[in-house]
C-alpha cells in the first residue's frame, strides 16, 4: 500500500457505525475523536492523504496515523486515549504533598526536607523528580491531570 493513497474501505455497517460515532462525539465535545472519524470518513470516500490532512488542518502523517489505529482497532482506536499511569496511590499522595508545597514554601520559612533544592515546584520539577527518584518516565502534563484530579476528588 502506498503511503500517499492508504484509503479506507468501509461496509454499509461499517460506515453508519463510524457515523453514530460521529455524531456522539460532536454531542459530548470529543472533538478530536470526531476529526480522526473524519480521517476516515474522507478516506473511504477516495480522498487521498494529503487532501484529507489539509481539509483537516493537520499533518499527513497524524492522518496515516490515524487511519493505522482504525485499521489495528476499529472505532476504539479512534477513540479519546485513556491515560495510564504506573503511579502507585503512595506515589500519587507524595504528589499531592509535593504539589502543596509550592503554598507552604512560600508562606513559611522552614522548606520540607524534599523541597530544599527547589524554591518552586512547577509540574516539569515534578516530572524530573519522579523520573531521577522514582525511574518512572511521565510528563509534566501528565502530573498536573493527576494532581488536578485528585483535588477534585
Given amino acids: 500500500m502506498s503511503r500517499r493513497n492508504a484509503f479506507i474501505g468501509l461496509s454499509e455497517a461499517e460506515s453508519s457505525a463510524l457515523g453514530d460515532f460521529m455524531r456522539s462525539c460532536a454531542r459530548h465535545g470529543k472533538l478530536r475523536a470526531r476529526k480522526r472519524a473524519q480521517a476516515v470518513y474522507l478516506s473511504a470516500q477516495g480522498r487521498n492523504v494529503p487532501r484529507i490532512a489539509q481539509e ?14 482504525y485499521r489495528e482497532k476499529g472505532l476504539d482506536g479512534l477513540a479519546e ?11 500519587i499522595e507524595q504528589l499531592m504533598e509535593i504539589s502543596h508545597w509550592n503554598i507552604i514554601v512560600s508562606r513559611r520559612s522552614k522548606k520540607p526536607e524534599i523541597a530544599e533544592s527547589h524554591k518552586r515546584w512547577t509540574f516539569r520539577k515534578i516530572a524530573r523528580w519522579v523520573k531521577d527518584n522514582w525511574g518512572i518516565k511521565i510528563s509534566h502534563e501528565r502530573i498536573r491531570q493527576i494532581i488536578q484530579q485528585k483535588r477534585r476528588e
Fill in 56 to 69: 483537516l488542518e493537520c499533518s499527513p502523517d497524524a492522518v496515516y496515523d490515524w487511519l493505522k489505529r
Fill in 81 to 91: 486515549p485513556t491515560f495510564t499511569h504506573k503511579l502507585t496511590g503512595q506515589q
